[in-house]
């Protein structure tokens, strides 16, 4: 038993090391240019105990995506599920903004490549898209039914707040406006929060 244990703890361990050498070949290189033998490298492994772990490059990315993607949303549901709106609101920001900071670099280079791999953008979709999404439409139909908040249409509010919170910090995150630099994320949150919520209560 203790023999089995040990074997499944190394085994993770070489998947966490090679998992974290894709993030950084990705990040760097894209997922096209990158190729197994540099991220072997990054994770200080031979190129062949990649395929122990992975059948390809792209199952690589699928389990990486798997990895980082919605633990974080499922737990300020279940943790926060009574919370007033703008307080949820800012929770969703928060957590998002951490993901950004953790794996933009990442995640702007598999940005670059879904318009031209369906297969990827349904991947990406699936996998950091959509939890945040579908916990803020269920959000918002609660509060709707509630009397918190006005009748809206859950789905278009929902993304247009998360595309809205990904995309203001992802341009920060890339520094390509200089104007960026005067922006604090606690401003962003505010407008952000600001905004929505002029727009949801009841006239």
């Known amino acids: 038993m203790a023999i089995a244990k040990f074997k499944s703890t190394v085994s993770d361990m070489w998947r966490e090391r090679i998992l974290t050498g894709a993030a950084q ?21 031979g190129e062949g105990t ?12 699928y389990a990486l995506l798997e990895e980082i993607s919605s633990e974080p949303i499922k737990n300020i549901h279940v943790n926060n599920p009574q919370t007033e709106p ?9 957590d998002r903004v951490q993901f950004i900071q953790s794996y933009g670099n990442l995640f702007s280079s ?4 879904v ?11 699936t996998k950091i898209f959509k939890p945040s999404y579908t916990l803020l439409e269920k959000y918002l139909e609660n509060q ?12 278009i509010i929902g993304n247009g ?19 960026t630099e005067k922006i604090s994320q606690d401003e962003i949150t505010e407008e952000l929060i600001t905004w929505f919520m002029s727009g949801l209560k009841i006239k």
């Open 115 to 125: 318009f031209v791999d369906p297969e990827l953008r349904e991947e990406l979709y």
């Open 110 to 113: 598999i940005i670059a490549e």
């Open 144 to 155: 709707i039914k509630l009397g918190t908040i006005r009748s809206v249409n859950p789905m």
């Open 161 to 179: 707040f998360i595309g809205a919170v990904l995309l203001n910090n992802l341009f920060m995150h890339l520094e390509q406006d200089q104007n």
């Open 86 to 94: 703008a307080e949820f609101l800012k929770l969703i920001i928060e």
């Open 25 to 45: 070949g990705f990040a760097e290189k894209g997922f096209n240019k990158s190729t197994t033998k540099q991220i072997a490298a990054a994770a200080g492994v």
């Open 50 to 61: 990649i395929y122990n772990y992975f059948k390809n490059k792209r199952e690589l990315l």
